[in-house]
């Protein structure tokens, strides 16, 4: 009956672990298993230092994209780039027809002349009616219509100068520059079209330092920090890694998805370019942990008690509590110290108990990546 309940259990224990399943029990039975012994296979412990991460998407964007826009309205004349062009900040990028605004300028200064020359007059004349005013030949009223005509000139001579400026303002704004050292990324206007006030010119962005963007959730944005450094792999230039510095964290997440945006500087070279638009990956240290115990999850088991392992040595199985301090995909990182004589059973666990008589069939160095045999 010992020996019945004995293979049942062994074949529970070998369902599910693989297409091999079958060929396991039968080369088990041929090595003798039903001699009163479960066969196991162990993990050999090496205490390590282990660090848990994620990784995240994201897209390079430029340093500085600036969209140029008209800042009055006129037909354009001249475009001097095209895309691709390296521009330095203050390149001219477009000019417009300047015929108008030269013309109003002209009629302006004649204006401005007058109302100086009307200015004047009224100033010696102010002189005049104030000696007769002293000397009592001319009206008070007199005087009075001439300190009024002083000050309507002055005022017209002040509006007159006023609309010259304006016009010199937009004789300036007739020549777009680039606000910035970059590269034209994009064109939206021809020569000869007509624009107005706000019309976009020109994309021009800054590649010389580009910006690895990405996001991460709420729980994870305690791993990162101002100036941390981080190896962003850009996918046109994969395997290479690219050094990064994290110089933005968003302050408020995005209410919708709750996760906050990070940006992190990277150098662009002319050997390897980082184009805004490329898309990239970046590993994220969450938590760093020293002298622990990394084993498959499925070597530990639960009762009320707790978590637990067996360990064995070369006859029989010792139950030992552990305490999981976080799991790593199908992994628990252990941090109870187990002992360097012990290893840890990974195979036939469901099937022992505290003392059981083993036969350690196979031990690892190392987890294992493929289905046991």
């Known amino acids: 009956m010992k020996r019945l309940l004995l293979s049942l259990g062994l074949l529970v224990l070998f369902t599910g672990c693989g297409e091999r399943t079958a060929e396991g029990i039968d080369s088990l039975m041929k090595e ?3 001699d009163g012994t479960i066969p196991v296979e162990t993990l ?10 994620f990784e995240s998407a994201g897209i390079i964007e430029a340093e500085e994209d600036v969209t140029v826009s008209a800042e009055i309205s006129g037909r354009i004349l001249k475009i001097h780039h095209k895309i691709g062009d390296r521009v330095k900040k203050g390149s001219w990028l477009v000019s417009l027809d300047q015929s108008r605004i030269a013309a109003r300028i ?4 004649a204006q401005l002349a007058k109302a100086h020359t009307q200015h004047e007059w009224a100033i010696k004349d102010l002189a005049r009616q104030e000696r007769l005013f002293s000397q009592q030949i001319a009206a008070e009223r007199a005087f009075d219509e001439a300190s009024r005509l002083v000050d309507t000139s002055r005022d017209e001579v002040t509006a007159a100068e006023a609309d010259l400026e304006l016009e010199r303002v937009d004789l300036a704004h007739s020549i777009i520059k680039s606000p910035i050292d970059g590269i034209v990324a994009r064109r939206h206007v021809s020569p000869g079209e007509y624009v107005r006030e706000g019309t976009h010119l020109f994309d021009v962005v800054a590649t010389d330092r580009v910006k690895f963007v990405f996001s991460v959730a709420e729980r994870d944005i305690t791993a990162l920090h101002q100036n941390d450094f981080l190896e962003v792999q850009i996918d046109a230039h994969a395997p290479k890694r690219f050094e990064g510095l994290v110089t933005a964290i968003a302050p408020a997440g995005n209410q919708l998805t709750r996760t906050f945006r990070i940006e992190v500087e990277i150098l662009n070279t002319p050997e390897t370019p980082i184009l ?6 970046t590993r994220v240290v969450r938590q760093r942990f020293a002298n622990v115990f990394l084993l498959p999850e499925e070597a530990v088991l639960r009762d009320e008690a707790g978590d637990y392992v067996f360990l064995a040595n070369d006859q029989h199985a010792r139950k030992a509590p552990v305490e999981i301090i976080s799991h790593v995909g199908d992994r628990a990182v252990i941090s109870t110290d187990l002992g360097n004589e012990w290893a840890v059973i990974i195979l036939g666990q469901s099937a022992v108990s505290a003392g059981t008589p083993i036969r350690v069939r196979r031990r690892h160095d190392n987890i294992p990546h493929l289905n046991f045999d």
């Open 106 to 109: 002209k009629k302006i200064e």
């Open 44 to 53: 050999i412990l090496e205490p390590q230092d282990f660090e848990e991460s």
């Open 32 to 34: 003798g298993v039903f």
């Open 276 to 281: 805004p638009g490329m898309s990239g990956r």
